[in-house]
């Protein structure tokens, strides 16, 4: 049967998650998930929808998510596409823009997904690499035969780092194509992109509630963007993309702005003692954006460390890119899984 599968997906390798695990006694500090529980009414929300029954579809536009967003961002509903994750998002928008051998582009290093999207499309990719700093120079807005889709991630991963809005609107200004600005992480920074959707066309904001709202196992996203656009994706996603419990529950996270504050500030406060502390350690950081740090020891093997630190069951993800190298991306979990990360770090390299 394998003869029959496309050749691009015989030859790609498909993309590879973190590791995942249901032990109890993981300390899990390596897909960014948020370490707290979410919004109380997150739970009460899918309780009603199961009562309510689930033998019927879903709204297949999740209307009443669609109605809170807009009211929290200044747009109308018809500004905002729902999918099941933010992953979703992504892809609709390359279904929706790529064609065979076309052309995505994207920074590197980052989001590893981009370049899967592009090899299901059949689809030429580019990446462009970070300066030193982790600016883009205006090589990432240069035109190109047969570019159809930009994506940045903003707040960048592995890095944390961020482009400002104003930066982000000249290159959008600059490019041929649309511009999707990834902000997964957004809700840890200073600023968004957001604002940046009425004053260009060609830039959309995708948002995810799996780490801000701590729902990664609900798989939730959201895509803001003019109108016409979004009337043009509407086409391309499954029919019932959300299910009725994710609506519910996705809805009442968003209504529990209280609860994001007080979460971000916890993580923040975390985040910020975590980096302090590995800088103490020798290690070299990069100032996050995010709710994870980027970091590598320039005494020692960032996979050694890793390798270290799961042996006492704490998992954290050790990546490396070509022409950029290596590092350990580690998540913000509460303070005291992070006091326990810290320790192992500290006795490994003393």
Known sequence: MSLFIRNE??????????????????????????????????????????????????????????????????????????????????????????????????????????????????????????????????????????????????????????????????????????????????????????????ENEKIMVSRSLSKSYALAGLRFGFLVAQPQVIAELIKVKDSYNCDALSIAAATAALNDQAWLATNRAKILATRERMARQLAEMGFEIVPSQANFVWCRHPGRSSLELSQILEKQKIFVRYMNYDGWGDGLRISVGTDDQINICLDVLKSALS
């Open 9 to 198: 997906i015989r030859e790609m390798h498909g993309y590879q998650p973190g590791k995942q695990s249901q032990a109890s006694k993981i300390i899990k500090l390596n897909t960014n998930e948020n370490p707290y529980p979410p919004p109380p009414a997150v739970a009460q929300a899918v309780q009603s929808a199961l009562e309510s029954g689930l033998q019927k579809y879903p709204d297949p536009v999740a209307t009443p998510f669609r109605m809170r967003a807009a009211e929290l961002f200044g747009v109308e509903p018809d500004w905002v596409l729902c999918g099941n994750g933010s992953d979703d998002i992504l892809t609709i928008v390359t279904r929706a823009f790529v064609g065979q051998g076309e052309l995505v582009r994207y920074p590197c290093p980052s989001y590893i997904l981009y370049k899967t999207l592009a090899q299901l499309q059949g689809a030429r990719w580019q990446e462009v690499r970070y300066e030193d700093d982790w600016s883009l120079s205006d090589d990432f807005a240069a035109p190109a035969d047969g570019l159809r889709l930009v994506f940045l991630a903003n707040p960048n991963s592995p890095s944390g780092t961020m482009i400002s809005p104003r930066r982000v609107l000249q290159l959008a200004e600059k490019l041929p194509c649309p511009l999707l600005v990834d902000e997964a992480y957004v809700d840890f920074a200073g600023e968004s992109c957001m604002p940046l959707v009425r």
